[in-house]
């Protein structure tokens, strides 16, 4: 598998960032707070997701690099995986619901389908995210494991070949586990035990129930039987008293009757005189009526607005009239512009401002080329300066150098003899004492002769000496002399480069001063193009067209200031403002006139159009049964007026008529006269025994024998409370019966008989017996189960053993080479000194970092397939370590990757990681972290 590329969109403070990976071993070099870490953690989360759901931000990652604008957490990663080249896009909410994942083909965009419920890491390379954290993944100062996971521990486990890598010894003795749990909880009361013990509980209870149901279910029949009889014998005195209710009740609604029959008049009388109100409210056939009166309003109302609009018209009218006259008296005064012709100013004026453009033209085409000229003497002087500067730098090195006039006069020696000091030969003296004493001798002694021989021989080499001396000298005071000659050349020379130098400075001084000279005119050019009008740069201007154009100018200007004093103007403005003012008007009047005209038809029409809303107002409140002045708009609207209150009390007898019907039919319990009549017949039939035939006989029913002028209403109320608790007591023994029949019907519903009770309890204590049994097996499983994963690591322990102590040793260098790993994945090393084992907390920081790394890389081998191998993402793992060590961990590092043929990506804030990576081998990458 290989990473080929990242896009960050946003990931904590990593926002639009993308990153490339190569092959091999890459080292990214970068400082504190760029994001390094973040860059790895992103790219866990975009194999694995977030699973972290604590609200501390240190432990859930999902807070941690969440964007503090609130925007979500998004990349893009493309990667290598089997041959197949995979995009993966990712998008992360602030809960796991909202995520957003996407895996596609890179090359033709198809969607990938994964299993539900796994992550991209999981479905690809069979990892899962603990097996990445503490494999491949090693964090800043992580390198030991977070401790051993059930997916890492059942994978160590299956290089046994005796247990499959998903069925981890954590998984399944938690299934056992669980089993027992729904057998029997661990604490407090529960599972199938609990609940078939309760079975039995429950059943013996409903055995003594079944035992005294059969017992009292006799008594409840009989005691059923007695009072059934009591509600029979008091349902018969209810009967009676309900007749006497019922003849008292006819009498009331007898003597009700008259009292009705007066309300009855009274409707009757009304009726009459609504009938009155609504004959003056008939108009053409119809009855006028609220609703019918609103719109009559509105034509009123449009008629009124019709009248409005008439005079406004007419005011519009007459305003026309009023402008028109008004223009026609303005018009007159425009009768001295009649003797000019306004084509001929107007040509006039064109061709005047076509020669003032032309001269404009001319003018700057002048000014162009007066600058294009000084541009052209300014670029020759510049190149005339330059030459000269030119000419002096050469000057300036063709003089000789101090060191040019002394070559001829050095010696081989690094300094000059020095010269000679007077009498400094010895020689001669000594010479002199041997020859006066050889005289002496020879005077008194034969002897000294030797002495004298002596001095003669002194003398000959003093005097050799003395000439050597002398020639020395000689040559001193030439040397001296030449020195003396090249010093003044020198300073005639450095006079000279002094004076050239002076001039140089000038010649460059000049040649700046015409180079800005240049840059100015070319600047000023540039404005000028930008100013005037192209075709300016392209003409050469002609100073004959020039005077001629001016000339013509001149003349035109003078024609046209004769044609204005004419017309009383100043300006050729005011002369096309006043032709424009006198076209202006005439055309103003042709058209005031048609508006005249157009207004004064309007105005016929709107009066037309108010005659007829008054025509039709007429015809839609002219009543049907006389004649009513309707003559003028102000008898019309007091009609209008006198319909509305005619309205009005029409309306108000209705409300009358309604309350008195509401009345009586609430007397007569909702029916209508004939009905109730018809129904007060019926009763007085039922309950009287008589023979009404017609509202006589019921008049004079109340006057018969045997009815009462008034029934007692305290007689009648009395009977009602008896009737009432009579059927009070019916309804409560009518409840007692229910109660005793439901107690029945409930036991005569039992669902087993005590023998079948019996049945159900011997097999609840056999389900109960079998129950246990298997719990009992259960725990003794689990128990085999753990000494047969104890004796199962011993398999697969010395396989880890062996590859962490071969990594261990290849990053010690040799120093540490035996190790041992216990079921908890800690580690004791073997020391060179005593040969025994040690725990990892008596070593140093950097070597325990050497031990975990060793660790991690041994189970990342053991537990990933060869075609699954993820690539090492490394946080800064040698911040501990010293050179020595950080080069053993490059270069085993650099080798493990190569052999591979896999890809690490070590992120370090550390400069000198990266240059030991560059001597290590030239094929690691080393960058810095952008």
Not at 560 to 584: H, I, K, M
Not at 629 to 634: C, K, N, Q, W
Request: proline share 3%; glycine share 6%; hydrophobic share 40%.
């Amino acid at each position: 598998m290989q990473l080929i590329e990242l896009h960050i969109v946003q990931f904590g403070q990593l926002k639009q960032k993308t990153f490339h990976f190569g092959p091999g071993l890459s080292v990214i070099a970068g400082e504190n707070e760029q994001g390094k870490s973040t860059l790895l953690n992103c790219l866990k989360a975009m194999f694995f997701g977030f699973s972290g759901t604590r609200r501390s931000i240190r432990d859930n990652d999902r807070l941690r690099y969440l964007p503090w604008d609130g925007t979500k957490i998004a990349a893009n990663l493309i990667f290598e995986h089997a041959g197949i080249r995979y995009r993966l896009e990712r998008v992360f909410g602030k809960t796991k619901a909202s995520d957003q994942c996407h895996l596609m083909l890179d090359t033709t965009g198809k969607t990938v389908e994964l299993p539900s419920l796994l992550e991209v890491g999981q479905a690809l390379f069979g990892v899962t995210a603990d097996e990445f954290a503490n494999t491949v993944f090693i964090g800043q100062l992580q390198s030991p494991l977070d401790g051993p996971d059930d997916s890492t521990l059942g994978k160590l486990g299956n290089l046994s070949g005796a247990l499959d890598e998903k069925l981890s010894y954590n998984t399944l003795v938690e299934k056992i586990r669980e089993a027992q749990r729904s057998l029997k909880l661990e604490r407090g009361v529960g599972g199938l035990l609990a609940e078939l013990q309760q079975k039995i509980g429950q059943a013996d209870s409903d055995r003594e129930v079944a035992i005294s149901n059969e017992s009292t279910q006799q008594l409840r029949i009989t005691h059923l039987n007695v009072l059934t009889h009591q509600v029979d014998t008091i349902e018969l005195s209810k009967k009676s008293l309900s007749d006497r209710i019922s003849h008292l009740k006819t009498q009331a609604r007898l003597q009700q009757f008259e009292r009705l029959k007066a309300r009855q008049s009274e409707q009757v009388e009304l009726r009459t005189k609504l009938r009155r109100h609504e004959s003056l409210l008939f108009v053409q056939g119809q009855l006028i009526g609220t609703q019918a009166l609103a719109p009559i309003r509105l034509q009123l109302q449009a008629a009124r607005e019709a009248e409005a609009k008439v005079l406004s018209q007419q005011q519009a009218v007459e305003a026309q009239r009023v402008e028109k006259g008004r223009e026609e008296a303005i018009i007159r005064n425009f009768a001295d512009l009649e003797g000019i012709d306004r084509q001929v100013v107007e040509q006039q004026a064109l061709r005047r401002d076509t020669l003032l453009s032309r001269v404009k033209l001319l003018k700057d085409a002048q000014r162009y080329q007066a600058l294009n000229d000084q541009l052209l003497q300014a670029k020759s002087q510049l190149v005339e300066r330059e030459a000269t500067e030119k000419n002096l730098q050469i000057e300036i090195e063709n003089l000789p150098t101090r060191a040019q006039l002394d070559a001829p006069f050095t010696t081989q020696s690094d300094a000059p003899p020095a010269p000679l000091k007077a009498h400094r030969n010895p020689f001669m003296i000594v010479a002199l004492i041997f020859m006066v004493l050889g005289v002496l001798g020879a005077i008194i002694t034969l002897p000294l002769i030797g002495l004298t021989l002596i001095g003669v021989v002194l003398a000959i080499v003093a005097y050799r000496q003395s000439a050597r001396d002398q020639q020395a000298t000689d040559q001193v005071a030439k040397q001296a002399e030449a020195a003396e000659i090249a010093n003044r050349a020198a300073d005639q020379a450095n006079q000279q480069r002094s004076l050239l130098e002076t001039k140089l400075q000038a010649a460059q001084a000049l040649t700046d001063g015409a180079r800005q000279n240049l840059t100015n005119l070319s600047r000023q050019i540039q404005d000028l193009i930008n100013e005037i009008r192209p075709e300016a740069t392209a003409i050469i201007p002609d100073l004959t067209e020039l005077a001629e154009a001016e000339r013509e100018v001149i003349s035109l200007q003078q024609t046209l200031q004769n044609d204005l004093t004419a017309t009383g103007c100043a300006q050729l403005t005011d002369l096309y403002v006043r032709f424009s003012q006198a076209e202006t008007l005439h055309l103003s009047i042709s058209a005031r006139a048609n508006r005249l005209a157009q207004a004064i038809e309007q105005q016929q029409v709107l009066e037309s159009l108010a005659k007829k809303h008054w025509q039709e107002l007429v015809l839609s409140i002219k009543p049907d049964n006389g004649s009513v002045d309707l003559s003028s708009p102000i008898a019309i609207e007091a009609h209008i007026d006198e319909l509305t209150k005619l309205d009005i009390q029409a309306e108000a007898l209705r409300d009358q008529i309604k309350q008195s019907e509401s009345a009586l039919r609430e007397a007569t319990d909702g029916l209508s006269w004939p009905e109730y009549v018809q129904q007060l017949e019926t009763v007085a039939k039922e309950g009287a025994g008589l023979a009404l035939q017609d509202l006589a006989d019921l008049t004079n029913l109340t006057d018969r024998p045997g009815f009462p002028d008034t029934v007692g209403t305290e007689d009648l109320a009395s009977l009602e409370q008896q009737n009432s608790e009579l059927s009070d007591q019916i309804a409560r023994l009518h409840a007692e019966i229910s109660g005793i029949r439901s107690a029945i019907q409930h036991s005569a519903k039992m669902p087993k008989m005590v023998v079948e009770y019996d049945t159900d309890i011997r097999n609840l204590r056999h389900q109960l017996g079998d129950a246990q049994a298997y719990y009992d097996g259960l725990e003794l499983a689990r128990k085999s189960f753990m000494d047969a994963y104890e004796e199962l690591q011993e398999t697969f322990g010395p396989v880890l053993n062996e590859k962490a102590a071969m990594v261990l040793e290849k990053l010690t260098n040799g120093k540490y080479h035996g190790l041992k790993i216990d079921r908890g994945f800690n580690v004791r090393v073997e020391t060179p000194e005593d040969g025994r084992f040690h725990e990892w907390d008596y070593f140093s920081g950097g070597t325990v970092d050497q031990i975990y790394l060793a660790l991690r890389l041994a189970v990342s081998d053991v537990i990933t397939a060869e075609a699954q191998k993820m690539p090492l993402l490394l946080d800064d793992i040698f911040v501990q370590y010293d050179d020595e060590r950080t080069l053993a961990g490059l270069k085993f590092l650099y080798e493990k990757v190569a052999a591979e043929q896999g890809q690490a990506l070590l992120l370090t804030s550390h400069n000198r990681v990266g240059e030991m990576a560059e001597t290590v081998s030239p094929a690691i990458s080393v960058s810095k972290f952008i």
